[in-house]
T-cell receptor, first 114, second 114 residues
Framework: GAGVSQSPSNKVTEKGKDVELRCDPI?????LYWYRQSLGQGLEFLIY????????KSGLPSDRFSAERTGGSVSTLTIQRTQQEDSAVYLC????????????FGSGTRLTVV | AQTVTQSQPEMSVQEAETVTLSCTYD???????LFWYKQPPSRQMILVIR??????QNATENRFSVNFQKAAKSFSLKISDSQLGDAAMYFC???????????FGTGTRLTIIP
């Protein structure tokens, strides 16, 4: 597609429920990233996928968070047993190159846990 | 670990005037990249400008330019001839050479006064 597409745009969920956030990167982009932006904060790295390599999961805050990327394209970020502190904007980005080029970001999913 | 500091939570500037946003960072690396991203209310992070640390010349993109002081670990953004469309959150970001993660500052909210 023309840009990075994320769905849903907004999600309200009850504490304890599981949620899935979807990211559809730009066609042909081999690198895909997830970041979290809590209220009033900068972006916090969560996970990075590059082609068929094992993902860099070093930023995932707990084992309730997981992500997968199917067929080297679409990615899903799953949060199990959501907590109120999980409320944030989850941003996805993709890149055609590694090594210093800027990413293309999506518009994010605003997750609210009530 | 690298850190990025933006000491100005909010800035305002008169339309058509010039404004400078500050950013400092801490790293022990010599090869890295620095970025300024703009985040309008749409939430999408938009790359404004990029600087490679090995380049002494300051990057420029139309009305946007940086003042990169490597020894001082300072990377400020100058916006000339400010326009209403420049109103947004601005984030400074750092990335090590060979590492895919971006480290962000906490952002500066820029208001343009008509």
């Amino acid at each position: 597609g023309a840009g990075v597409s994320q769905s849903p745009s907004n999600k309200v969920t009850e504490k304890g429920k599981d949620v899935e956030l979807r990211c559809d990167p730009i066609s042909g982009h081999t690198a895909l990233y997830w970041y979290r932006q809590s209220l009033g904060q900068g972006l916090e790295f969560l996970i990075y996928f590059q082609g068929n390599s094992a993902p860099d999961k070093s930023g995932l805050p707990s084992d309730r968070f997981s992500a997968e990327r199917t067929g080297g394209s679409v990615s899903t970020l799953t949060i199990q047993r959501t907590q109120q502190e999980d409320s944030a904007v989850y941003l996805c980005a993709s890149s055609a190159y590694t090594g210093g080029y800027g990413y293309t970001f999506g518009s994010g999913t605003r997750l609210t846990v009530v | 670990a690298q850190t990025v500091t933006q000491s100005q939570p909010e800035m305002s500037v008169q339309e058509a005037e010039t404004v400078t946003l500050s950013c400092t960072y801490d790293t022990s690396e010599s090869d890295y990249y620095l970025f300024w991203y703009k985040q309008p209310p749409s939430r999408q992070m938009i790359l404004v400008i990029r600087q490679e640390a090995y380049k002494q010349q300051n990057a420029t993109e139309n009305r946007f330019s940086v003042n990169f002081q490597k020894a001082a670990k300072s990377f400020s953004l100058k916006i000339s001839d400010s326009q209403l469309g420049d109103a947004a959150m601005y984030f400074c970001a750092y990335r090590n050479f060979g590492n895919e993660k971006l480290t962000f500052g906490t952002g500066t909210r820029l208001t343009i006064i008509p």
